[in-house]
């Protein structure tokens, strides 16, 4: 047996089930071998350093027109590069359909903008927004074929949110495909109806704004679109979970045997609605939807990540500058809540952040850091054959961190080249040290090392299996349209 | 002392909070005196006797266009007639607005269709389809110091439902002016979803008809009922609660505090969703919705009744003939269930099905047997100061039941002049001998005894304490339009 | 009809299920009717006074022997003319069974005690400490013929407490004799486990005391009882209930339709675990079992007897002076813990109490603090037919409160003699001006009317009833001794 | 880089996480690298064929000395032998203390008993049934130094079973020294005073023996061992979960957040009360407790299993011969449940069972039967470093499946000797074909190849982290004795 390409020696290697130390060896882009006294023609030296799987942001909005009329401030080039520092090697952002337009083309169009451009691989899921025939019966089929196997859909925002036949449409075309669908849950009217009320009197500062999303209007649909998995029979999974009553409601589903997932990101566990009352105008860079709730919350949103009943931690990366004319400020520096951008940035920080104030603040084991940031995310949108875990076959996308370095969260620290972080400031415990993607060394100590950018564009697996038991009772197939009882 | 006008003896007295043997005496109309030894001009021996309050049916469409273009088969004359033979002594039909028309009219409308001829009292709920600003900032306004002070709200049926903004409008007024609303909960769009999906697959026979009306949808729509009345602050009745399911919703609801309340009627408690196999059509007399479940569903709601988590038991009469040009075969018997109007009749059996298969079978007490029929809707409507109760002061409203009574239901024992009854073939144990309003008797034995109509068309009191505490934690007052806590 | 021997003028009268403002008659010592313009050889005004039913305190401890070996600290002259001051006009005091003795022997003692000297009416709970055959076949059966139909066993304290196979011995003969059992609910061994460590490791100060006594050790036991509750198939009451968790335990049982019923008292909704800290011993005024708990224990209870989770306010009052060789400070005045004499005196002020903290500050409404405080206890107890309700036919028993009256409750307010009150400085909003026994006034404006002492003992009715349906499945009958289901 | 030892090449490997196709290479004893194109000085095809860890079974009576007086019908030589045939490679009997004997001695005699006999390893529990002060001083510390690190105790049982404050004794040192207690949880007194009431009434046939032991006394139990567990605040697993009800009781513990663990057995899967029933004494082969119970609560377990909420497999066997003088007809074939060793052989059967019944049916993924019959088993007990898991670095345990291999379970098959099986005719799915041990063929397609006995007796980790984070809220430290809060 010869030497393999590079070996990665004696580190704490946050193998699946359980930290192991051992090598890692890699062979051609891929992980060959988890072993002892494994030889490489390249040696990397990871005593006292943590070896984890590349972290997956299964959500994050890249180089994309946002609903409310902005764009966010990222390329793939900028975004990617940012993340691969971060320790992140493949994110998923969305290909949006804007009304009016073909889904297809859509796709076409934002694999024009990623081109050769990203350091790391990506995967696009989905946005639809207007699911007619040809988007549900022609788009969404070649779609899943290509591998885009997953389709967020919006029960909020004037600009995207399907009424609940067309999201029925699309839950239905996902069942058919074994596709996953994501669903942005909060309530969109009881949300514009407070809005319009709060607006009207006069309660329009940013600082008002996590009052006119209130929790119940997340609890409300989620529990709505839960309710509409369960009438498909169809797998799905909340996006950015904010609350514990949304929580709440996830729970009860997955307790009654229901595929109800979840997912939440660090801005719901790391930042409150009091941020929104920072001065000059530095609420709005805390405004985002769901918006920010309070420690209760945080603390509940951390117990639901440890317990497994949230599956993943992702960014919802949604990037605008503070000033300039494409951000937060592009109506003025103070301006209601109602003309902002939504959206934080964090795809850099997402996987340090998470690190330190989930691994190293003893929050969360080192294995579930590794299943919210990475296991999951992959296995969820059929990607978990190729990525998300260290063993054999796998590709080697892997960070090595260091958990005695010590750093302060600070703009500058950053590479995604925007002007605010909203983390400004938190203390950060361990750092990643070295990122490879399919086994080549993208950054180390803080250095670029990569010189083209390799990231691809990745087909994933249809994620939901083909042989998912039949839910009890009498039920409606509407793959089929039979009754699966009939009499 | 002078003797009173009328004086029950000697009976057992369904009186609030415990049966009691003892004489009611009636003087002018209302209940003078509960006591021992009381003497009357005249004196009705109850001995072997149970006396309860007339039946107060807060649920019922008479003479009424419903939102499948049919009209109910009766008039307040017949209706009026036929409920006082089954021991109800106030009927709570529905004003309804038609969309485009004015609520106010509306309301003189249906007076003007009243008129004298009622023979018991009434009381009218609002249905508001159409909540224009006149119809929110004047019509209910100045109906409700009329004393309309219920106002029902449809989440299903295109003809009637109001999206989540006009629902919030309602649910708003609602609140300023201290009225209780009334939900019909189920969700509209699943409903038609999958009915378009059934009937375009061959499943329109009317013993579909359930399935397309499925728990989910029911229970989604409970919740977001209740989500609503979260958002808003008010109290807020759910209206036929049909299955374990949305009654889970609401008990949670109430176990948290809020003020939710449940009504079910005779049809979920009875009968099932296999009647609407029945062959030559007959499932056609079952078709109602909610539709009817199975006996799980109707053993929890009888436990519901049971432990005051469900307060009202009314009887959502909407009565089609079977035959005939605007009955249950106006499109055929063979029309697919799309075109069968929904509703049961059910004014007349409600009190006698409720005492025979609640109280004389052990189910219910005779105490819960008379708040869920007459004391808790005469509470919640507003008429909880004059009605509901065997008590001094209150209108002498009084059935006398004979418990020893056996009798098989059947069409030929009602009065409402209907070619059927969905409960033929029911044993009863026990009957209503005497019904008296205000005082008079309106039938004994079977024979009619009143000469003239004189039910009157009662002012209901404003149902919602004015003082009810404020909710906890931040809130925004949709009446005061300011936050409760405002910083 | 000739005029009543009393009538009660105008007052808002608690009246069962609804107040009213009428007029209460009596005749003979009972309640002859309730009505409008009814006129009595005496008459009393109550025009802007509130009338409610004469208080049952059903658990109180009065001239007893207690487990630690002191003697409470009142007769039941001093106790009852206390009772009575505070509008309380029937008092369920234990005759204690001790260990070695007959049952029926300390029913006999008990009644010679008591013999004729109370001032108000009376009924007995039996304590069995030493279910020994003749006391499980003989006595029991023979006292509950008697009348004395309620049965206490304790699940703590050497002195008292029984085994699984002795307390299902006993409820077995409950459930035979259908009495109603009564708990006192808090692992025994669990308290004496950690209660010795804590001494052991010099935290024996009073202040301790409520750590010593942990809320898993009455929730545990609280289940444990249900346990045994289920596995007899009798009802069951849990006393004293100090706490969420217990609370919760008893709502699940609740919930799944078991006959389950729970007491609290004044102090667990007023005082709290703080009150230990007070300086100079002071904490040992503050010394009961189960111990205060904090102020979220607080709110819950409240909640517990607003939604019925909780059927029972009793006062457990159990008196020791302070100072003096029977008291608190029996075992000096820096006694650890476990040589204070546990128990608080409440039975005078538990009706102000809960009419001023209760009614007045808007926790209870006047429904249910007459509920609570009256005709629950009676019902739950067998005395449901004669007290509890202003109703014909009941015992006039009866309180006239004063709603404006203000004072601050100090030791100089109170009749029992005893040196402090631990309730000292709350204030008052409304307090009793007149209290009635069977029609005669015991005490008007604070002035003692009554001459002689007229307390009864009283008999209950077994207040199980005969029919009670089976529970579902498999079951032993412990009564029958045979399986409902053979086979 | 040379050749391995043995490589095991192309089976599906249930490696951690994910089940992959690689090849797994075996150095001195261990696992050396998984990975791909391995080679070996031996290498076996697993092409085809299923690749888990071995067996652990942690629950199991080997040579042991019952609370009925009966000895088990096995040696370790007998049992490890069958133990290798149906997959397993550790196996965790008890050694028990018996009352009024050294802890210490009982380990040195089941040493002893064990020697060097054992063709498979070994671990020990503890049973602790006279927690003296030596014991709990002296010997627990002084097993748990040398690897015994796992304490069982019952709540059930007359000759074996701990009262509440030695429990809790027992539970403290568990705590101090980071032991994993195990809990037999059925209320003892409640099932002996039913069972003295059945038999005196006749119902001594064994197929009354589940009545006996009801539900309700596994419920009360688990509860009460949470109970314990909360006070003391340590881990605890449950043993042997045979109910939805005991269920319930741990999923509300861990949904608390608390370190609640649970069992299950085959039997109590896959053999229902019914099999009591059995003619010619036949229902005494499945006299076991808690008993069998029905097909809800074995649908409730396999659920249980599949979420996580039970985290281990094993067979509590305890064999006895159904003929012959030590077995279950031992007093007569028609003897009284009363008197017949309670236990069912069990340790050959689990693997096949488990993987047939849960792998191939549908039940379990290949993941979930590999976590509860060997990952986390392993884990809870403190073998988890180098037992359990296909790792690098773990010892190479491993069973080889045949997927395709049919068979029915017959008494003739197994190794045990044992006259029956209560698993006699259920049809298997897939058998093991190879078992190794630490890589070492113990077995290959029936065939005993292992020459020399070379199990070897474990020593355990201490399997309570010391760095479990300290529960919320007052409480006292039973390890520091103190408050973690104190003031």
Redesign the interface.
């Known amino acids: ?3 393999y390409d590079t070996v990665i020696k004696g580190g704490l290697v946050a ?4 930290d ?4 890692v ?1 890699i062979q051609e882009g891929r992980i ?8 490489g023609d390249v040696e990397i030296d990871a005593d006292g350093q943590i070896v984890t799987p590349g972290g997956i942001d299964a959500h994050c909005h890249i180089d994309q027109l946002t609903s409310t009329g902005a764009r966010t401030a990222d390329t793939f080039a900028s975004a990617s590069l940012a993340a691969a520092h971060g320790g992140t090697t493949t994110m998923m952002p969305f290909a949006v359909q804007h009304r009016g337009t073909s889904l297809a083309r859509a796709v076409t169009d934002y694999r024009e903008r990623m081109g050769d451009t990203s350091h790391i691989d990506c995967a696009f899921h989905l946005i639809v927004t207007d699911p007619t025939d040809e988007t549900l019966r022609e788009d969404i089929p070649a779609l899943a074929a290509e591998g885009f196997t997953s389709v967020k859909i919006y029960l909020s925002y004037d600009a995207l949110r399907l ?3 067309a999201a ?2 699309v839950l239905a075309v996902c069942r058919a495909e074994r596709l996953m669908p994501m669903v942005h849950a909060e ?4 949300i ?3 809005t319009e ?2 607006v ?2 006069g ?1 329009d500062d940013v600082r008002y704004f996590p ?1 006119s999303r ?1 929790i ?2 997340e ?2 649909a989620t ?2 679109a839960i ?2 998995s ?2 498909i029979d169809t797998p799905l999974l909340i996006v950015h979970v904010s609350s514990i009553d949304a929580l709440a409601e996830i ?1 009860r589903a997955q ?1 009654a ?1 229901r595929p109800i997932l979840a997912e939440t990101c660090p801005q719901y566990l790391l930042l409150a609605d009091t941020d929104l009352d920072r001065p000059d105008f530095g609420g709005a860079k805390y405004c985002c939807s769901p918006p920010l709730r309070d420690a209760a919350h945080q603390q509940a949103l951390w ?1 639901g990540l440890a ?2 009943s949230i599956a993943v931690c992702s960014s919802d990366h949604s990037a605008f500058f503070f000033d300039g004319p494409s951000g937060k400020k592009r109506n003025g520096d103070n301006a209601p809540f109602t003309r902002i951008p939504y959206g934080l940035p964090g795809l850099e920080p997402r996987m340090p952040l998470m690190f330190s104030a989930g691994v190293m603040a ?1 929050r969360l084991s080192l294995q579930t850091f590794t299943e919210v940031t990475a ?1 999951r995310p992959a296995e969820i949108y059929g990607l ?1 054959a190729s990525k998300g ?1 260290i ?3 796998y590709d080697a996308d892997l960070v090595i961190w260091d958990p005695q370095s010590r750093a302060r969260m600070s703009v500058d620290l950053l590479h995604d080249g925007i002007d605010y972080t909203p983390y400004e400031g938190i203390e950060l415990v361990g750092r990643p040290t070295q990122t490879l993607l399919r086994g080549q060394s993208l950054c180390r100590d803080g250095e670029w090392q990569a010189v083209e950018p390799t990231g691809r564009l990745l087909a994933c697996e249809r994620p939901v299996p083909a ?1 998912r ?1 039949a839910p009890a009772g ?1 039920h ?1 197939d ?1 793959t089929e ?3 699966l009882d009939d009499f």
């Open positions: 047996m010869k030497p193998a699946p089930g359980r192991l130390i051992c090598d060896a060959a071998a988890l072993g002892q006294d494994l030889h009424d609940d036949r029925l449409d309530s969109h009217d009881m514009a109806w407070l009320r709060m009207q009197h309660y009052r209130p119940v209007a609890r409300d529990h709505h309710s509409m369960d009438l729970r307790a045997g117990q317990d497994g003893g296991t978990g875990r063993a054999p076959g042989d038991p009498a409606y509407v349209n039979r009754f």
